[in-house]
């Protein structure tokens, strides 16, 4: 019989849900699990090729369907007729869900960083994001749930940790006293010592607090790697977007930080093509690129979601989007070569993956040599930059 598997998609809170899934299911039988993403068209596109393929590859397991597509997309989903079944994005950690014996043991990593989701959900109303229809209110797991998960990976040999969440700047909003993010990561540096790395997936930049951006300036072991969820470069798209911060607010960030640690390495999430954008609108977005230096860019075209405001806007010429997204993919990749150039001839201390690359502090990605162990921390002095990998 063949073993469960869990095909996961999209961002990396679905990471880390997707290996408690695992463990749960692990004594299922004959079952595939999409947990899947919605966050774009291409990715509700994604997830149907994924539920195709595994069908194809599985054409007796039971087929379930998670995550965010299946909240947001439910009834297309459903009738797909490689489809068995679909479990709502808010129990899928819930054993009772798949009649599974309770409770399910926290998973074993099968990636050599570990994942903790540390929040859920969002309160926030981005007029072009539907993820708040799939995952709900913002949550928060407590400093004390937190610190037994990480104590758990570090039993288990993890020597990066990764916090993650759909809005992890706003962890803490819902417990008693709302406490900062900050103290959340000043308590597992402080109970961890033995922890050698750890490291925040996006952000939200006007949410960073004084005391996480202090870590940020100077401890060591929180990795120098700022990844901003921006959006865009022209403050009257981020007002159209319901965005919280300015063009101006996130570079003053992005310099004060810079001043403090010179070796951060800065990523974001840019939008091509937002309706109403113009080219005044993609100049700035792409000058936003050099005035934060960007060297770990996200871009995402454009793509109307259900139910949203942006929906409803004037729209972008699809060609329009395309066009403009491949001039921000071709800054930031000029932008990200002459920085890895940079680092060529610098060691670097490198947690190795299971492919043969790992991951320098600044998420730069390293050719290892081979037969490096996975999961282990190696000092690399890279001798060239070979197709956008430092070798």
Known sequence: MNAPEVISLGCRLNIAESERMKAMLADSGDVVVINSCAVTSEAVRQTRQAIRRARRARPYARLIVTGCAAEIERDAIAAMPEVDGLIANAAKLDPRAWNVPLPAAPPAPTRTRSFIAVQNGCDHACTFCVIPQGRGASRSMTIAEVL??????????????????????????????????????????????????????????????????????????????????????????????????????????????????????????????????????????????????????????????PGTPAARMPQVEHAAIKARAAQLRSAVAARRGAWLQSLVGETLTVLAERDGTGYAPNYARVDLPEGTPAGTLIDITPAALEGGLLR
């Open 148 to 305: 037994r998960e990480v104590e758990h990976h570090l039993d288990l040999g993890a020597q990066e940790v990764v916090l993650t969440g759909v809005d992890v700047t706003s962890w803490g909003h819902d417990l008693p006293g709302t406490p900062p993010l900050g103290a959340l990561v000043e308590a597992v540096l402080s109970a961890f010592p033995q922890l050698p790395r750890l490291r925040m997936s996006s952000l939200d930049g006007v949410e960073i607090d004084e005391a996480l951006f202090e870590l940020f300036a100077s401890e060591e072991r929180l990795m120098p790697h700022l990844h901003l969820s921006m959006q865009h470069g022209h403050d009257l798209i981020l007002k159209r977007m319901k965005r919280r911060h300015s063009r101006a607010d996130a570079i003053a960030l992005v310099q004060r930080l810079k001043a403090r640690r010179a070796d951060v390495a800065i990523g974001a999430d840019l939008i091509a093509g937002f309706p109403t954008e113009t080219a005044e609108h993609h100049t700035a977005n792409l000058s936003i690129i050099g005035d934060l230096d960007i060297v770990h860019g996200h871009i995402f075209p454009y793509s109307p979601r």
